[in-house]
């Protein structure tokens, strides 16, 4: 009879798997194709004129509900002047911009034109990316253009001043952005600048477009094509968002900005989660059928942990200045020191020092994310370039705060900009923006 329900079970459980798997794979393409018309809605094709001449266009999207597009530097750089043009459904809106600033090093600009309604800003992703990871690239590359969006065939322009409607599907093609999915190849970093070198198609057209994430975030902006005939096939290359971040903060412009890890293909939603609960119910159900005396097995199991909590050891107490066996606890000044924890993500550091590091450097030492700035480095989005400092005072170490852009914190406390140093001791943890890091003192 056991064998009986096992096997019962056993094919239940597997049927059930089948459909989940089934569900799931439904759902993550209906997923991309949700991100995609989501993103398609926030991008835009950058025109650019010289004198009255139309000499060329790139891609761009919103970074903020005012009106703020972003595109490549090399888009408009050489133009007397130029448009934004957006479309969502068959209308079709002509916006001139004006350039607000631009960045020569990271190839990046910023435009602003009248704010439209119907206009969606994107989430800009502030995070590492994984070699591997899915991404998209959404844009106007040229090679797909009948030429439409310039001469306006099959448009009909409204009464109201650079705004017209679309009456082909000719020109409806013209107006919606081609996207093409592919995967981070892995990061780089050419003069101080962070790339993304990845495998979703791009061309001309494309640069000023974004790159985006599984969950729809821009995580970068198209910007080159390395050519063939240097590598033997092309590499399409994108500057890290970040570095779009950091310019828009830099001119005070509203935008929005996520710093949580992008789900993979196949991640938990709630119908997902609700087939789990259903098997997992079932599973249970069938076992106890299974089981000879499954409410003694469960009073027994149940027995056991209240045992184990009737006999749980006291709590620790919190350490002292003087460990239990009456030695004094750890000398910074004599022992070697270390740093060590995990960012969101899971990546690990390590930081180890001793006392001879910090005076070789006035007994002071700057954690931060730049290597020719930083002693330490925590090479993470949310650290700053130099973040913190560490100074042996005695035999003890302090910590400060160095006007992080993300903040520092000591036990969950924040250190503000300007406070006095605080005593670092072993085993308190210091927070870096996103980065948790225990503090230890080691002979």
């Not at 996207?179 to 979703?200: E, M, Y």
């Not at 094509?225 to 001119?251: F, K, Q, T, W």
């Amino acid at each position: 009879m056991n064998s009986l329900l096992h096997s019962l079970m056993t094919r239940a459980i597997c049927g059930i798997g089948a459909l989940f798997l089934a569900i799931a794979d439904h759902s993550s393409a209906a997923s991309s194709e949700d991100i995609a018309k989501e993103i398609q809605q926030c991008t835009v094709r950058v025109v650019v004129f010289e004198k009255d001449n139309i000499q060329g266009h790139g891609s761009g999207f919103f970074i903020s509900s005012q009106g703020h597009v972003a595109t490549n530097r090399h888009v408009i750089e050489k133009a007397d002047s130029a448009v934004v043009v957006f479309s969502v459904g068959d209308r079709v809106f002509i916006r001139s911009a004006e350039l607000v600033t631009t960045s020569a090093t990271a190839d990046l600009a910023i435009l602003k034109i009248d704010p439209l309604p119907s206009a969606k800003a994107v989430k800009i992703a502030n995070l590492e990316l994984a070699a591997g990871q899915e991404i998209m690239t959404v844009g106007f590359p040229g090679a797909l253009d009948s030429g439409t969006w310039a001469s306006l065939d099959g448009v009909e322009m409204t009464g109201k001043s650079g705004e017209g409607r679309i009456t082909t599907a000719e020109a409806r093609n013209d107006f919606v952005p081609a996207v093409f999915p592919g995967a981070v190849a892995k990061n780089l970093t050419d003069a101080g600048v962070r790339l993304v070198l990845h495998s979703a198609k791009v061309s001309g057209g494309n640069s000023g477009g974004p790159l985006i994430d599984a969950e729809g975030r821009v995580c970068g902006i198209n910007t080159a094509l390395l050519p063939a005939s240097m590598a033997g096939v092309d590499y399409p290359i994108s500057i890290h968002s970040s570095e779009l971040i950091a310019l828009a903060r830099a001119h005070s412009i509203p935008i929005d900005v996520s710093s949580s890890k992008a789900s993979s293909r196949g991640s938990l939603s709630s119908i997902h989660l609700l087939l789990y609960i259903v098997i997992a119910a079932f599973a249970v159900v069938m076992f106890l059928m299974v089981l000879r005396k499954p409410r003694a097995v469960m009073v027994n199991a149940m027995s056991h942990v209240v045992r184990s909590r009737k006999h749980a050891p006291a709590p620790r107490q919190p350490a002292s200045a003087s460990s239990p066996n009456g030695f004094p606890a750890p000398s910074a000044a004599r022992g070697s020191m270390r740093l060590r924890g995990r960012d969101p993500l899971g990546l690990s550091y390590d930081l180890t020092f001793s006392p001879a590091d910090f005076q070789r450097h006035g007994k002071r030492l700057v954690i931060g994310r730049n290597n020719d700035l930083s002693q330490l480095v925590v090479s993470h989005d949310s650290v700053s370039r130099q973040h913190a400092t560490l100074i042996l005072n005695g035999s003890s170490v302090q910590v400060e705060d160095r006007n992080s852009g993300n903040g520092t914190k000591l036990n969950g406390s924040d250190l503000r900009v300007g406070q006095p140093a605080v005593s670092l001791n072993p085993g308190d943890k210091l927070t870096l923006g996103e980065v948790d890091l225990i503090f230890e003192i080691f002979h």
